[in-house]
T-cell receptor
């Protein structure tokens, strides 16, 4: 069945470090791919998305490229800030349906 | 309102009692989802509703859990005979029509079974 696998956390970085959070997926067809972020004490909110192969989603300095050949959607940011500390979820919406599959989440801590 | 609204925001209940959690989706959104997030864990899919189609209940963990969506809008998740392992944050999300649209989440209901 469809699934999403994220790198395990927590990930601890110093401010201004480079961030990569890996995400790979298994799905039939051509799913849409998403990254959601959950800041402490808040609900989930969409960070970025990509709807077809080779699309790049970007927002707030974060980027992720839909790689169909490697079934990946890795999240990157060139210079993290303390305010980026949160839990990041990779997700896919299945083709032709409405089922949403989320990864387990990766907690990021950024130290000043 | 502009977003997905869930109530109550917090609920403490005694083991064995029934609870109802409410979700008001964004107006016009055709899909509605319930998830459970246990402490430090990811999102566990429970159920989703899509328009007038039969709901996908494949994620409900036991027959103590049920959900309904009235008039294609408000949804209620009911947990009967609550157990301590039911303690978690229950998240609701809604999504507009279209395959590439994103889901919008509510703030969640934190359920504590004592």
């Amino acid at each position: 069945g469809d699934s999403v696998t994220q790198m395990e956390g927590p990930v601890t970085l110093s401010e201004e470090a480079f961030l990569t959070i890996n995400c790979t997926y298994t799905a039939t067809g051509y799913p849409s791919l998403f990254w959601y972020v959950q800041y402490p004490g808040e609900g989930l909110q969409l960070l970025l998305k990509a709807t077809k192969a080779d699309d790049k989603g970007s927002n707030k300095g974060f980027e992720a490229t839909y790689r169909k050949e490697t079934t990946s959607f890795h999240l990157e940011k060139g210079s993290v800030q303390v305010s980026d500390s949160a839990v990041y979820f990779c997700a896919l919406f299945t083709t032709g349906g409405f089922k949403t599959i989320f990864g387990a989440g990766t907690r990021l801590f950024v130290k000043a | 309102g502009a977003g997905v609204s869930q109530s109550p925001s917090n609920k403490v209940t005694e083991k064995g009692k029934d609870v109802e959690l409410r979700c008001d989706p964004i107006s016009g959104h055709t899909a509605l989802y319930w998830y459970r997030q246990s402490l430090g864990q990811g999102l566990e899919f429970l159920i989703y509703f899509q328009g007038n189609s039969a709901p996908d209940k494949s994620g409900l963990p036991s027959d103590r859990f049920s959900a309904e969506r009235t008039g294609g809008s408000v949804s209620t998740l009911t947990i009967q005979r609550t157990q301590q392992e039911d303690s978690a944050v229950y998240l609701c999300a809604s999504r507009p029509r279209g395959e590439n649209t994103e889901a919008f989440f509510g703030q969640g209901t934190r359920l504590t079974v004592v």
